[in-house]
């Protein structure tokens, strides 16, 4: 699935764009899609994601403006707002170094209005004329956490910003260890406790699902999640908005843990065939990624919805 890796020499050049031009015109994510880009479908797809489970009705592309012939990613649904939040470049085969000074990628919220959702805007999270490229983003209440590069920070970090007079505004570093390693996030409803990815020292192998509690305001030394994880790579969490399921990106499927008497089970596989990223609405549907490819090659990325029965 998507992963992060930003060349921070290749951001600098983003440095100062627009800057003594007034306000920033940014040009629209559909208006830089190559012109010979191919929209896939269910219909020509060469490996469709596939049900497992009858719980659910087949999964389906996002109906309405969401999804394009570029790569949606990383979706996050919050059940607050009625909003769809997602990562999106306009050319999946470009380079990381290349996207991040394309001015559209980076990410979009669709809002659902009398159950249709609307045409993506960009959520812009950096100072105008400064340099940046965010992504793997959640939302809890008017907070926002997303893992960006930025002007004066070396490397790859974890920032937070406030949804204040209609945006998103105030970003500043999160306020948990950098040190914990932490990978894509999710923290519970009531904000006690934070499960992460990542490939700290004490895990069962390559990336392990990890969770951090919240004590007095203060984030505790990660807890390996034992039930969840495997040698293999469990990771990309979301949880239920009621805390008693925990989903995760393995294998590149995605997989159902469920909290029974206050302990996690072993995940079970929901969906086969290169999808994962899953996020759930409050009615216990699932948004996640479907990446098609074919020969081998990466074609583009959706976002899909599985309907819960």
Avoid at 41 to 57: G, I, N, Q, R, S
Avoid at 165 to 177: E, S, T, V
């Amino acid at each position: 699935m998507k992963k992060i890796i930003i060349l921070f020499s290749a951001i600098l050049l983003l440095a100062g764009a627009g800057c003594g031009s007034g306000e920033i015109v940014l040009p629209t994510r559909e208006s830089k899609i190559p012109a010979g880009a191919v929209k896939m479908a269910p219909e020509t797809d060469v490996a469709p994601p596939e049900l497992k489970l009858d719980d659910y009705f087949p999964p389906v592309p996002v109906a309405g403006p969401v999804n394009t012939a570029g790569g949606e990613d990383s979706p996050f649904y919050d059940p607050e707002s009625d909003s769809l939040y997602f990562f999106f470049t306009p050319d999946v085969s470009v380079p990381v170094e290349k996207q991040i000074i394309d001015n559209v990628t980076g990410i979009y919220v669709s809002k659902n209005i009398d159950g249709e959702w609307q045409a993506a805007e960009r959520v812009l999270l950096n100072d105008p004329g400064q340099a940046g490229s965010d992504g793997c983003e959640f939302v809890l209440g008017n907070k926002m956490w997303f893992c960006a590069v930025r002007q004066g920070y070396a490397g790859i970090h974890w920032f937070t910003a406030e949804f204040k007079n209609n945006r998103w505004q105030n970003w500043r570093l999160a306020d948990f260890n950098q040190d914990y390693k932490v990978g894509e996030l999710h923290i519970t409803a009531d904000g006690k406790e934070l499960y992460f990815h990542s490939d700290r020292n004490g895990g069962r192998g390559g990336l392990d699902i990890w969770v951090s509690k919240n004590i007095d305001g203060a984030w505790q030394e990660p807890e390996n999640v034992a039930a969840i994880n495997s040698s293999r790579d469990e990771g990309w969490p979301a949880l239920s908005l009621d805390g008693n399921e925990l989903w995760i990106t393995k294998d590149y499927g995605i997989w159902r843990s469920k909290k029974i008497n206050g302990e996690w089970q072993a995940p079970e596989l929901i969906v086969s065939s290169l999808a994962g990223e899953a996020t759930i609405d409050a009615d216990g549907n699932v948004y996640f990624v479907h990446h098609y490819y074919k020969d081998d090659k990466m074609i583009e990325a959706d976002i899909y919805f599985l309907e819960k029965k």
